[in-house]
């Protein structure tokens, strides 16, 4: 099933932009759809491998770190030098605030879809989800000038997030059992792929009138966010090539893929017209890559 899914969720962000009203009708249930995805990633994670990462953590914490900490300084920096601020204040304070945030909820689910370490993903991820109320609003003040976020409006919504999946996560394992959530693999998975595939298509929302307004612009910003990702994500395998390609391309998933839908969430109105097209835009690396990405490391992963 996993290749199957990953063309659908590629297609997903192409028939948003192909049929305006689906998007804009599936808008509002993008919390509901977040949600959702976590949950079944909770689900698709083993829990003696979720266990062995949280009492042996030291990796956790070093991904986390890097995530929350090293991405944003040097990226931030680069931002700051290469005098986007001044040409593009409105881009540059999305993309401040992007490698400021949290990774994507659903990156267990995207893990999992790539046969890659979904425990260590959700470890790795709850690890920065725990930083990001602090490491946010540093970073926003240190590039910024101020913060926009309210870190206990923003620790609330993940505890939320988190707790809530994870509690019923447990319920259903304490139930059902781990035996039978392991024979529903593949109808968890495409619950995933549901979900993604409609996050996708609401993101879209807005696309095609922002590219027939100023194609160019358009086709400049889509190269500079797919240039960005691979950035992150092949820095972030260099960097822990020690620990396994395997590792190496979960931190690098986290590093490249944020949760820009939680900053639109907190900031709303107050952000400018920009960074809601610089938002659907960054959908397409994150609906795109894996689909390239899969064959490359199953092929390297392989020989070695």
């Not at 997903?12 to 599936?26: C, D, E, I």
């Not at 109320?133 to 923003?154: A, D, K, Q, R």
């Not at 107050?270 to 795109?288: E, G, K, V």
Request: glycine share 6%; with cysteine; proline share 6%.
């Amino acid at each position: 099933m996993a290749r199957p899914a990953r063309r659908a969720l590629a297609a997903s962000v192409f028939l948003g932009l192909a049929v305006p009203p689906l998007a804009a009708y599936v808008k509002p249930y993008l919390g509901e759809t977040v949600f959702v995805l976590l949950l079944f990633s909770y689900l698709r994670t083993d829990p003696a491998a979720f266990r062995r990462y949280l009492t042996a953590p030291s990796l956790t914490i070093a991904a986390a770190l890097w995530v929350m900490v090293a991405v944003p300084l040097l990226f931030g920096t680069a931002y700051a030098l290469s005098g986007i601020r001044e040409a593009w204040p409105a881009l540059y304070t999305i993309m401040i605030l992007q490698i400021a945030i949290t990774p994507i909820t659903s990156s267990a689910a995207f893990a999992a879809l790539m046969g890659l370490d979904v425990a260590f993903s959700l470890a790795a991820l709850i690890v920065s989800n725990a930083l990001s109320p602090i490491t946010t609003v540093t970073f926003s003040y240190l590039f910024l000038g101020s913060s926009l976020f309210s870190p206990v409006e923003l620790g609330v919504k993940l505890f939320f997030f988190f707790a809530g999946a994870g509690a019923i996560a447990y319920a259903i394992r304490r139930i059902a059992g781990q035996q039978w959530i392991e024979r529903q693999k593949e109808p968890i998975d495409g619950i995933n792929v549901i979900a993604v595939f409609i996050f996708a298509i609401a993101a879209m929302d807005g696309v095609p009138r922002h590219v027939m307004a100023d194609p160019l612009f358009a086709i400049e910003l889509f190269m500079l966010i797919i240039i960005v990702s691979c950035a992150l994500i092949g820095l972030s395998v260099l960097v822990f090539w020690r620990t396994g390609l395997d590792r190496g391309l979960v931190i690098g998933l986290l590093a490249g893929f944020r949760n820009i839908g939680l900053v639109m969430a907190a900031l709303g109105s107050t952000l400018p017209d920009l960074a809601w097209f610089y938002f659907a835009m960054a959908q397409f690396p994150i609906y795109l890559l894996p689909v390239l990405l899969k064959p490359l490391a199953s092929r390297f992963m392989e020989k070695h």
